[in-house]
């Protein structure tokens, strides 16, 4: 994994703790890549709305015909919606944005842009906030083996579910903040839902694994 991936990782955890978004702090990737010489393209990702306008926005944008018919492309920028979230066992529903820096996940939950995209093989991975912005996370260690989360996007509706424990580990489970394996390529369409633990602190993250449910 390439160093300004890791800083945006590092960033995203960061952000889902409350320890970068609120502030008036500059974003750490911001920091990281202009220590390099570098710049980062951004579409207006929000930065000042409160959590619930921006998901009025993002709502609004998310069922447009230009975002729809600009999807296929597979090619969206931070700050343009990415897809519907929804995990009833948890009264879960909120538009996941592109990107996952503090200042987009001031949405409540962004996607990893190296990851998969909904229905297609491979890992979905997404970054949640588990205190602060809407908090879409904050009772994520409360799925267990068989509870749903559902993807939506211009190309479809997506069902996944949380798979039993598996490679020596719970799941739900915690592991270290620096453990990239949790958002790597999969064989299968899978989803991981990401977050820190425990609230309040970035000391560890918190992952859910669930695997896409045949058509």
């Known amino acids: 994994m390439t160093r300004i991936r890791r800083f945006a990782l590092l960033a ?14 500059r974003d750490p990737l911001d920091e990281a890549l202009s220590d390099r010489g570098l710049s980062r393209a951004s579409s207006d990702p929000p ?6 306008a921006n998901q009025r926005a993002l709502s609004e ?19 343009h919606p990415f897809a519907r979230l929804r995990i009833p066992m948890l009264g879960v529903e909120l538009v996941v944005i592109e990107g996952v820096s503090g200042a987009s996940l001031r949405a409540g939950a962004g996607h990893y842009p190296e990851t998969a995209y909904p229905g297609r093989k491979g890992n979905v991975a997404i970054a949640g906030h588990r205190t602060g912005f809407g908090a879409p996370f904050r009772r994520l260690n409360e799925l267990a083996r068989g509870d749903v989360a559902i993807l939506e996007s211009p190309e479809g509706r997506y069902t996944y579910e949380v798979v039993a424990p598996f490679e020596g580990h719970a799941n739900p489970w915690v592991t270290e903040p620096l453990d990239w394996t949790v958002i790597a390529p999969t064989e299968t369409a899978a989803l991981t839902l990401t977050t ?5 602190t970035s000391r560890n993250r918190l992952i859910v694994r669930l695997a896409r449910r045949a058509d």
């Open 196 to 200: 820190s633990d425990p609230p309040h």
């Open 47 to 52: 930065t000042s709305l409160s959590y619930e």
């Open 61 to 79: 944008r998310f069922s447009s015909a230009a975002f729809r018919d600009g999807y296929g492309e597979h090619r969206l920028s931070e700050g």
């Open 12 to 25: 995203a955890l960061a952000a889902a703790v409350g320890l970068i978004v609120g502030t008036q702090t």
